[in-house]
């Protein structure tokens, strides 16, 4: 099956500092990536949506200046948490997905601790 | 708008007991219905799909009916085991282009 990574699994920064996200489909390209957060005990909830060399769509309530998405290649996708504060703290997942297809693939998370 | 509602966890089963998550969904027209698993560590992955009403989806021994009429696609095995152990996803995906998410639930697997 389809093998996404993410880096780092977990971090831990203070507030005000920012932190970058990577996520890379190991062994297939990505023409769209979604990126979620996902609260203790909640739902995973879609944050924005990217197309490999175009702009993001954020979900409304988001801000975009606050996460900013790259996803230069159909490989890889980052996210930047810019300016973090504590109530920034969440699991953060991408999950990537070919042109054409449903099916959704996920990476692992990554667990944001701002102090 | 689009939704999806699973029972709260956690649900705790001794081994080989039966299994049933209910999950409901709100949508317009006719949405593909998703169950995904997620196991301790490791990123969510597709456990089985029905995509029009009454197909039913199967894998690894789980199973889930896609019903319109109660707008249902409750998730069912007959046996579990330990290593079912792990969090599970009701999903749709209703014309749109990325998956909605119910709350997720915890199934715990006792030997």
């Known amino acids: 099956g389809a093998v996404v990574s993410q880096h780092p699994s977990w971090v831990i920064c203070k507030s005000g500092t920012s932190v970058k996200i990577e996520c890379r489909s190991l062994?297939?390209?990505?023409?769209?990536m979604f990126w979620y957060r996902q609260f203790p005990k909640q739902s995973l909830m879609l944050m924005a949506t990217?197309?490999?060399?175009?702009?993001?769509?954020?979900e409304q309530g988001v801000e975009k200046d606050k996460f900013l998405i790259n996803h230069a290649s159909l490989t890889l996708s980052t996210l930047t948490v810019t300016s973090a504060h504590p109530e920034d703290s969440s699991f953060y997942i991408c999950?990537?997905?070919?042109?054409?297809?449903?099916?959704?693939?996920f990476g692992p998370g990554t667990r944001l601790l701002v102090l | 708008g689009n939704s999806v509602t699973q029972m709260e966890g956690p649900v705790t089963l001794s081994e080989e007991a039966f299994l049933t998550i209910n999950c409901t969904y709100t949508?317009?027209?006719?949405?593909?219905l998703f169950w995904y698993v997620q196991y301790p560590g490791e990123g969510l992955q597709l456990l089985l799909k029905?995509?029009?009403?009454?197909d039913k989806g199967s894998n690894k021994g789980f199973e889930a009916t896609y019903r319109k009429e109660t707008t249902s696609f409750h998730l069912e095995k007959g046996s579990v085991q330990v290593s079912d152990s792990a969090v599970y996803f009701c999903?749709?995906?209703?014309?749109?282009?990325?998956?909605?998410f119910g709350k997720g639930t915890t199934l715990s697997v006792s030997s």
């Open positions: 999950s990537p997905k070919l042109a054409g297809e449903e099916t959704q693939y």
């Open positions: 062994d297939f390209q990505a023409t769209t």
């Open positions: 990217s197309n490999e060399g175009s702009k993001a769509t954020y």
């Open positions: 949508a317009t027209g006719y949405p593909s």
């Open positions: 029905a995509t029009k009403a009454d």
């Open positions: 999903a749709l995906i209703n014309g749109g282009t990325a998956l909605i």
